[in-house]
């Protein structure tokens, strides 16, 4: 039994053209032309899809980073916003301190002028009435002849440096003052203060009675004495 051969289809595209005289010309493509063509349109079909789609995920993309882009600058600006207003807090309370902290060294310098103030021997170094004579000489001296009952007191804030017999009044106590200002004082009475003892202005050293009734009272600045009156005050 004979076999039939199978052949394989082929086929032709026909393009017929009209010349301006009036006939007809025709041509002929052949199949494998027009696969050819098929085949690269095809092709780009695929390359202009794959585009489109390449270009919709890398829009895609960059739509999604600017909108990152956005979130994370509003997201900048609150903070901006917030370290903003933290700033002129801040800057309040610094100013606030700034002058609390003025007010403070105000006040300190006041107080230290004040201290420094009360500690210059410029008191009367007595708590009472009495009269006074004023000698001269190398050693200026100021003594007192004072009515029973009063004290002899500090005339300006010190540390007691001193507590000594005196040959000439009985007992001598010295003042350290600072700033370089001493003042002694000589009597006869019992001294009421010890060695290294801090005092106030006005503090009693002496009292006076029958037998004490003297005082000797000098003032020594830088290690040298100078003349009472020159910083006593009579009224103080």
């Known amino acids: 039994m004979e076999q039939k051969t ?49 270009d919709g995920i890398t829009l895609k993309d960059a739509r999604k980073e600017i909108v990152e882009q956005i979130i994370m600058i509003n997201n900048l600006t609150d903070e901006n916003e917030a370290l903003s207003v933290e700033n002129y807090t801040l800057s309040n309370k610094v100013t606030v301190l700034s002058e609390a902290v003025s007010m403070k060294v105000a006040s300190e310098d006041a107080i230290s002028q004040e201290v420094v103030e009360n500690a210059l021997p410029k008191g009367f170094p007595l708590s009472g009435s009495t009269t006074m004579e004023e000698t001269t000489g190398e050693e200026p001296m100021l003594v007192f002849h004072a009515v029973q009952g009063i004290n002899v007191i500090t005339s300006g804030t010190g540390t007691v440096v001193s507590v000594d017999v005196d040959e000439e009044y009985g007992n001598k106590i010295i003042i350290d003052h600072g700033n370089g200002y001493q003042s002694v004082y000589r009597n006869g009475g019992v001294a009421l203060v010890k060695n290294g003892e801090e005092l106030g202005k006005g503090y009693i050293l002496f009292s006076i009675g029958e037998d004490n009734q003297d005082l000797a009272y000098q003032i020594i600045k830088d290690d040298e004495y100078i003349d009472p009156m020159l910083m006593i005050d009579i009224n103080g």
């Open 6 to 54: 199978k052949r394989k289809k082929t086929f032709a595209l026909l393009l017929v053209t009209e010349k301006k005289d009036g006939t007809m010309k025709r041509h002929v493509i052949s199949s494998a032309l027009v696969e050819m063509a098929i085949a690269a349109l095809f092709v780009v079909i695929v390359v202009v899809v794959c585009k489109f789609v390449y």
